[in-house]
T-cell receptor, first 115, second 117 residues
Framework: AQSVTQLGSHVSVSEGALVLLRCNYS??????LFWYVQYPNQGLQLLLK??????LVKGINGFEAEFKKSETSFHLTKPSAHMSDAAEYFC?????????????FGAGTRLFVKA | DVKVTQSSRYLVKRTGEKVFLECVQD?????MFWYRQDPGLGLRLIYF???????EKGDIPEGYSVSREKKERFSLILESASTNQTSMYLC????????????????FGAGSRLTVL
């Protein structure tokens, strides 16, 4: 069965500092992995995704994530935080179930950016 | 752009009422999903559907049912609403395709905030 664990429900960084949001997953088959972002009072939107191929994936707004199969991890990073990055971030895993692809989300990590 | 439209943005219902939440997508996506979003719990999958009349249970199906009679429409039904079903409900859709660009990427509706009194 799939599961997603996001370490840390809240992360606070200073503007300009490194952002690191952690995600570990379990899946019985090679998964698709995603990060979605939800800005205040907005819907969820895709930040980046891993399907196959290169394990370092670049997304929007300077974010990237690295798929590490041996560690079953898909951590999200950004070298320099900006105030506009304050949002809730969700890691998700998708793999084929009985009939179709099922996507499961982690509990989310809220990112605070201090001036 | 893919549009996922949820019929009601805010609903207030009473305990025991039957509640219908409607979701329509306009891009011929095979997959449709219903999640509920609660603070600290993230998004939890209630049901999903990968084809007309096909459905699979998610992680928290108890107290819910779904209907998919047409490809573009996926309805969530609360047979007898209870206060612990007060939540934000999110519908999403995606197209099926292993390896294809955009495959399995979810597009979400704006959400339906349900309050059960």
């Amino acid at each position: 069965a799939q599961s997603v664990t996001q370490l840390g429900s809240h992360v606070s960084v200073s503007e300009g500092a490194l952002v690191l949001l952690r995600c570990n997953y379990s899946s019985s088959v090679p998964p698709y992995l995603f990060w979605y972002v939800q800005y205040p009072n907005q819907g969820l939107q895709l930040l980046l995704k891993y399907t196959t191929g290169a394990t370092l994936v670049k997304g929007i707004n300077g974010f990237e994530a690295e798929f590490k199969k041996s560690e079953t991890s898909f951590h999200l990073t950004k070298p320099s935080a900006h105030m506009s990055d304050a949002a809730e971030y969700f890691c998700a895993v998708s793999d084929r179930g009985t009939g179709g692809f099922k996507t499961i989300f982690g509990a989310g990590t809220r990112l605070f950016v201090k001036a | 752009d893919v549009k996922v439209t949820q019929s009601s943005r805010y609903l207030v219902k009473r305990t025991g009422e039957k509640v219908f939440l409607e979701c329509v997508q306009d891009m011929d996506h095979e997959n449709m999903f219903w999640y509920r979003q609660d603070p600290g719990l993230g998004l939890r999958l209630i049901y999903f559907s990968y084809d007309v009349k096909m459905k699979e249970k998610g992680d928290i199906p108890e107290g819910y049912s779904v209907s998919r009679e047409k490809k573009e429409r996926f309805s969530l039904i609360l047979e007898s609403a209870s206060t612990n079903q007060t939540s934000m409900y999110l519908c999403a859709s995606s197209f099926l395709g292993q390896g294809a660009t955009g495959a399995n990427v979810l597009t979400f509706g704006a959400g339906s905030r349900l309050t059960v009194l």
